[in-house]
């Protein structure tokens, strides 16, 4: 099935300049970028991005980082996006993320523990994604 989901490449992915080694696996999956630009995050939008998880402890961390330097947000589409990004980026802590996906390969020792920094964002469902990309393309 035909889906959209949305990919953020989050600052440390920008920072340590994996931005086109990201897109050449997502594109190397068989998956479009139909649409993409580089921002910064807003409050509104990092609270928005993370509202599930709004009252978590690390609620204020997440929002804080994602807002802490530029990212690239990405429409990703083709064939089952939703579950193909998700296994490309591999699990949420990057410690625990297996060889081959972006998370496990790309992981870095990071310093802070107090928040995950995972180098990549994607919509863990159908219904996200839809809800995700109207908040950075309107």
Do not use: C, W
């Given at each position: 099935?035909?889906?959209?989901?949305?990919?953020?490449?989050?600052?440390?992915?920008?920072?340590?300049?994996?931005?086109?080694?990201?897109?050449?696996?997502?594109?190397?999956?068989?998956?479009?970028?139909?649409e993409?630009?580089?921002?910064?995050?807003?409050?509104?939008?990092?609270?928005?991005?993370?509202?599930?998880?709004?009252?978590?402890?690390?609620?204020?961390?997440?929002v804080?980082?994602?807002?802490?330097?530029?990212?690239?947000?990405?429409?990703?589409?083709?064939?089952?996006?939703?579950?193909?990004?998700?296994?490309?980026?591999?699990?949420?802590?990057?410690?625990?993320?297996?060889?081959?996906?972006?998370?496990?390969?790309?992981?870095?020792?990071?310093?802070?523990?107090?928040?995950?920094?995972?180098?990549i964002?994607?919509?863990?469902?159908?219904?996200?994604?839809?809800?995700?990309?109207?908040?950075?393309?309107?």
């Open positions: 099935m035909f889906e959209k989901t949305l990919v953020i490449i989050k600052p440390d992915g920008i920072e340590r300049g994996l931005a086109s080694q990201i897109i050449s696996r997502i594109e190397s999956a068989g998956l479009n970028i139909s993409q630009k580089d921002i910064y995050i807003t409050t509104e939008q990092a609270e928005r991005l993370y509202a599930e998880h709004k009252g978590q402890p690390y609620f204020e961390k997440i804080e980082y994602i807002m802490s330097g530029m990212v690239k947000v990405m429409i990703v589409d083709g064939e089952g996006a939703v579950l193909k990004m998700r296994s490309l980026m591999g699990p949420t802590d990057p410690q625990k993320a297996p060889a081959g996906t972006i998370r496990g390969d790309l992981k870095f020792d990071n310093p802070d523990k107090k928040v995950i920094k995972n180098t964002h994607g919509s863990d469902s159908v219904d996200s994604a839809l809800r995700e990309i109207r908040i950075f393309f309107e």
